[in-house]
């Protein structure tokens, strides 16, 4: 005992010498690339922590942090490399470790939903390398979109149990919760301050948008209102103590999608709310007493936070036309670029022509918009369904429509052989994808990990719900 407590205390005075050491070093020394190198196997030591200490758990919660960051990029051979992709390659690298381990056997089932996943990619592929105006280019892209769906099979391979789908749930929530916090704050500093981290300026033309670490702040509000339903979603129907706590996360993260000023995500919200309401009315879990806390603790953090976004809101919805809105700047761009990218599906109907390929047939500087840089004349597609539509024809469309609606099939049955937590953690993702549903039709995400990540926790969830119910009968699914 005394021995072993001796070696942990030398340990531990090695440990605090060499930090202080390397403290010293920063203070005095011009240590250059060095000291980033240093942060970056720092970094990597703190990233390694958190996969391997409570598996698979850990590896879930590096990529719902990665999955939040898509702001954040660097060059790497010509490639825009994010967050994202860096913690889908950590995953993956932790999967084959733990392999060679012998910690984990692949004992992954497909179902016909994996399957169409795995055929929307390779239609992506296929129109990248067939009809695309710039197939060098397509490709390229192809390959980063395959790179941001792996992790909806990383979480289908991960997550094998209700404990598991419960907690990566909450990993997810919790994560989601901290970008809210994060972007609040931001939002908050800049109106005080005039701090312009988090926030981009010029966003709504006058109008600041806040972006969190988020790649844009449309995307911000989408993903902070998701959270904020999920939350909404345990604090309604969870049995588990202390689900009070889920009513404050409703509260941040309803407040970051307001500081977003997404308007289709303000526009969206009420009704994923209604969805939930009607479903715990159904469950005999819709109880005033419960929900009065609730709104008044929401109530209260939007009348603190009102001083700095009431007016923008209130701005932001005035430059609506309801008989014209081409009017307002922002949806006219949109409807240009939407009519722009049909022109190119009429050109190329079946296959489309090529992933992210509108940015090589359209630019911004088009439309008579002042561009500084060449990454800012890049045209965007606002809405999912088109956007798939132009890059991968009517086959692509109707393959992820396929996956859609085969998942919604599969998680409406297995609903019904779920365990209490798992069917919860189902209503709740469910929910988020119908406030998606509508929000990516005014600002699109499945070119980024977040998604993916919901919808493979999803089809885990269901999965895991058909496999314990019966075993043989999930083979066919």
């Known amino acids: 005992m005394t021995l072993a407590f001796t070696n942990r205390a030398a340990k531990t005075a090695l440990l605090t010498c060499e930090f202080l050491v390397l403290a010293w070093l920063f203070a005095t020394e011009d240590l250059g690339q ?19 200490k409570d598996w698979p758990i850990g590896c879930i919660v590096v990529l719902a942090i990665g999955a939040a960051m898509p702001r954040f990029k660097i060059m790497l051979f010509s490639l825009h490399v994010r967050p994202e992709h860096v913690a889908t390659s950590i995953a993956i690298l932790a999967i084959i470790v733990q392999l060679l381990r012998g910690q984990i056997a692949l004992n992954f089932r497909p179902r016909n939903f994996d399957y169409w996943v795995l055929a929307y990619v390779a239609a992506n592929f296929f129109s990248s390398a067939l009809t695309s105006p710039q197939p060098v280019m397509t490709l390229r892209w192809a390959t980063l979109n395959a790179l941001v769906v792996i992790p909806y099979f990383l979480v289908r391979l991960l997550v094998k149990d209700d404990r ?24 908050v500093s800049n109106h005080v301050w005039g701090t312009t981290w988090g926030v981009e300026l010029g966003q709504y033309g006058a109008i600041p948008g806040t972006f969190g670490t988020q790649y844009e702040a449309n995307l911000f509000g989408s993903y902070t209102a998701c959270t904020a339903i999920m939350f909404l979603a345990l604090y309604l129907l969870s049995k588990e103590r202390g689900h009070s706590w889920y009513g404050w996360g409703v509260a941040w993260c309803l407040a970051a999608a307001f500081f977003s000023l997404a308007r289709s995500v303000l526009l969206g919200l009420p009704f994923p709310i209604f969805a939930l309401l009607w479903i715990s009315a159904k469950k005999g879990r819709f109880q005033l007493r419960r929900l009065l806390p609730l709104a008044v603790g929401v109530s209260l953090v939007l009348v603190m936070l009102s001083p700095f976004v009431l007016e923008y809101v209130s701005t932001r919805f005035s430059t609506i036309g309801v008989s014209d809105v081409s009017k307002d700047v922002s949806t006219a761009g949109r409807l240009l670029q939407m009519g722009a990218a049909l022109e190119d599906v009429k050109v190329h109907p079946v296959f489309g022509t090529g992933t992210a390929s509108f940015q090589l047939l359209f630019k911004l500087s088009d439309l008579g918009v002042a561009v500084t840089y060449e990454d800012d004349d890049i045209g965007w597609i606002s809405s999912t369904p088109l956007r798939i539509l132009h890059d991968t024809g009517i086959a692509g469309l109707a393959i992820f429509l396929v996956f859609l609606g085969t998942l919604a099939r599969v998680t409406y049955r297995a609903r019904r052989v779920a365990t209490p937590s798992t069917k919860v953690s189902m209503v709740a993702l469910s929910a988020g994808l119908i406030l998606y549903a509508i929000t990516f039709q005014a600002t699109e995400a499945t070119l980024l990990t977040f998604t993916w990540i919901h919808l493979g926790l999803l089809a885990a969830a269901a999965a895991v719900a058909t496999d314990s119910a019966d075993p043989v009968q999930s083979l066919a699914q």
């Open 34 to 52: 060095l000291g980033v190198l240093i942060l970056v196997v720092a970094g990597l030591f703190v990233i390694a922590a958190i996969v391997f």
């Open 164 to 187: 598991q789908v419960w907690l990566a749930l909450q990993s997810l929530l919790w994560v989601g919760l901290g970008e809210s916090i994060y972007g609040t704050f931001a939002s």
